[in-house]
């Protein structure tokens, strides 16, 4: 799959209709929700009656550092159970979405990562948040091969980058939602409710998903040279077509998205997971849970921002005349130089340094994600994305179960830099792996 060759494409795109980003602002919606969902436990696991109830402890009884390092082992292995699932559920879902279309496999998603998201309000034990975390993950895992099959059936492929980028920031915008309600809703009605509140938009999503969406084919509000721009790469199999699941392993170019996404994935993880005690506990900063928004608010404004400006930056390589096998790793490379400072705020002092830091690095991660998730669909064809995005999500998530199961005791016994060292390094590791398994990122001939 390689650019148009046509000299009046670009004039052709402002006289055709816009309503593949009509779609892709449903997509935005979606991730954003997803977000939300699955990072609620992040900012209430800062609560110390959500750490009492546990721990088994009394709603009076003091929080000792013993029993600090104690949660966040445990909460560590919880979260290992839900990017164990979410691998599992990368698998079953993009599997299960390639053969029943996406708007039936990503309302069925929807549907369960919304039912358990809810059940959350009722895990006392540890023992049931893990039960709870492990069926969120199964269902959350169907966001992203539904939005990137999603992108690939609406969008030439001049455009999937940006159009990747853009929903994409979605994923912050749930964060800083989260960030700004949890602990006012936690200080007002308890962290129970956060998980009942929230939890409730999914439904709104799923009527959404279920009233707007079609494929370009078959939706009446999709002129016919808008349809025509979308089909202008050539890819002409349909969406539903099967793919031998097993066969898609024996590609580099599966392996080079697998690759990608299990070396970097659990770096995004972390930052979800444990920066909210990061900041509450570790080094000067001892923020208590309301002055966590802020710097949340910050970190994921400019992460969002890196989403969109690195998407938009290797569609514009492209357009320009660059490969797409430079402009994508090119911007690549960007990004993870951008994320190599990201250890100094573990040892920094100060919190203006530390917040700008981390941002920079999730700003990094989300544009390298964008394009990383653009390379599948450079190098498959749309019948086998959902299915390629299911297996580099299965890495990725295992990367991250691999990661989290371990950072809950490095944290507690040894402290952040260890993991934000790791951090550091992750990507530039990734980017040469990726270049030694797809030096030209060759289409796979699937």
Same mark, same amino acid.
């Given at each position: 799959?390689?650019?148009?060759?046509?000299?009046?494409?670009?004039?052709?795109?402002?006289?055709?209709?816009?309503?593949?980003?009509?779609?892709?602002?449903?997509?935005?919606?979606?991730?954003?929700?997803?977000?939300?969902?699955?990072?609620?436990?992040?900012?209430?696991?800062?609560?110390?009656?959500?750490?009492?109830?546990?721990?088994?402890?009394?709603?009076?009884?003091?929080?000792?550092?013993?029993?600090?390092?104690?949660?966040? *082992?445990?909460?560590?292995?919880?979260?290992?159970?839900?990017?164990?699932? /979410?691998?599992? @559920?990368?698998?079953?879902?993009?599997?299960?979405?390639?053969?029943?279309?996406?708007?039936?496999?990503?309302?069925?998603?929807?549907? #369960?990562?919304?039912?358990? *998201?809810?059940?959350?309000?009722?895990?006392?034990?540890?023992?049931?948040?893990?039960?709870?975390?492990?069926?969120?993950?199964? @269902?959350?895992? @169907?966001?992203?091969?539904?939005?990137?099959?999603?992108?690939?059936?609406?969008?030439?492929?001049?455009?999937?980058?940006?159009?990747?980028?853009?929903?994409?920031?979605?994923?912050?915008?749930?964060?800083?939602?989260?960030?700004?309600?949890?602990?006012?809703?936690?200080?007002?009605?308890?962290?129970?409710?956060?998980?009942?509140?929230?939890?409730?938009?999914?439904?709104?999503?799923?009527?959404?998903?279920?009233?707007?969406?079609?494929?370009?084919?078959?939706?009446?509000?999709?002129?016919?040279?808008?349809?025509?721009?979308?089909?202008?790469?050539?890819?002409?199999?349909?969406?539903?077509?099967?793919?031998?699941?097993?066969?898609?392993?024996?590609?580099?170019?599966?392996?080079?998205?697998?690759?990608?996404?299990?070396?970097?994935?659990?770096?995004?993880?972390?930052?979800?997971?444990?920066?909210?005690?990061?900041?509450?506990?570790?080094?000067?900063?001892?923020?208590?849970?309301?002055?966590?928004?802020?710097?949340?608010?910050?970190? /994921?404004?400019?992460?969002?921002?890196?989403?969109?400006?690195?998407?938009?930056?290797?569609?514009?390589?492209?357009?320009?005349?660059?490969?797409?096998?430079?402009?994508?790793?090119?911007?690549?490379?960007?990004?993870?130089?951008?994320?190599?400072?990201?250890?100094?705020?573990?040892?920094?002092?100060?919190?203006?340094?530390?917040?700008?830091?981390?941002?920079?690095?999730?700003?990094?991660?989300?544009?390298?994600?964008?394009?990383? /998730?653009?390379?599948?669909?450079?190098?498959?064809?749309?019948?086998?994305?959902?299915?390629?995005?299911?297996?580099?999500?299965?890495?990725?998530?295992?990367?991250?179960?691999?990661?989290?199961?371990?950072? @809950?005791?490095?944290?507690?016994?040894?402290?952040? #830099?260890?993991?934000?060292?790791?951090?550091?390094?992750? /990507?530039?590791?990734?980017?040469?792996?990726?270049?030694?398994?797809?030096?030209?990122?060759?289409?796979?001939?699937?």
């Amino acid at each position: 799959m390689q650019p148009v060759e046509t000299t009046n494409l670009q004039s052709i795109g402002t006289k055709i209709g816009n309503y593949r980003w009509r779609i892709c602002a449903l997509l935005f919606f979606a991730t954003t929700i997803n977000y939300i969902d699955r990072n609620v436990l992040s900012f209430v696991m800062a609560d110390d009656g959500f750490r009492r109830e546990m721990l088994g402890l009394a709603a009076t009884a003091p929080l000792t550092e013993a029993n600090h390092t104690a949660f966040l *082992a445990e909460y560590g292995r919880v979260d290992a159970v839900f990017k164990f699932a /979410y691998g599992l @559920g990368f698998i079953l879902m993009g599997w299960f979405i390639d053969r029943v279309g996406v708007r039936k496999g990503y309302a069925v998603a929807i549907f #369960l990562w919304v039912g358990s *998201a809810l059940s959350h309000s009722f895990a006392t034990t540890f023992g049931r948040l893990r039960l709870f975390r492990f069926t969120l993950g199964i @269902g959350e895992a @169907g966001n992203f091969p539904s939005a990137i099959k999603t992108v690939a059936e609406w969008f030439p492929i001049k455009e999937r980058s940006k159009a990747v980028g853009i929903f994409n920031s979605g994923a912050n915008i749930g964060i800083i939602f989260t960030a700004a309600l949890v602990p006012v809703v936690i200080t007002a009605y308890g962290w129970q409710a956060t998980f009942l509140i929230t939890s409730s938009l999914g439904f709104v999503l799923l009527i959404c998903w279920l009233l707007l969406y079609r494929r370009p084919e078959e939706h009446t509000k999709v002129t016919q040279a808008e349809l025509d721009y979308i089909r202008s790469d050539g890819e002409q199999e349909t969406s539903t077509a099967k793919v031998n699941w097993f066969k898609l392993l024996g590609f580099r170019q599966t392996w080079t998205f697998a690759m990608g996404k299990f070396l970097t994935d659990m770096i995004w993880w972390f930052y979800l997971s444990f920066l909210p005690d990061f900041f509450k506990q570790a080094g000067t900063f001892q923020l208590d849970l309301k002055q966590l928004s802020l710097p949340f608010i910050i970190i /994921y404004i400019v992460s969002d921002a890196g989403s969109i400006l690195f998407g938009w930056l290797s569609s514009k390589f492209i357009s320009i005349g660059w490969t797409q096998n430079a402009a994508r790793k090119v911007t690549m490379l960007l990004c993870a130089l951008c994320v190599v400072p990201v250890f100094f705020a573990s040892i920094t002092e100060s919190l203006p340094i530390a917040v700008a830091l981390i941002a920079l690095a999730a700003a990094a991660h989300q544009g390298w994600s964008a394009n990383l /998730y653009s390379i599948a669909t450079d190098m498959f064809p749309k019948k086998a994305v959902s299915s390629v995005i299911g297996i580099g999500g299965m890495f990725g998530a295992l990367g991250g179960a691999l990661f989290s199961y371990n950072a @809950g005791t490095i944290a507690g016994t040894y402290g952040y #830099l260890p993991l934000f060292i790791i951090a550091s390094s992750a /990507y530039l590791l990734a980017l040469g792996v990726i270049q030694l398994l797809s030096p030209k990122l060759q289409p796979a001939r699937v």
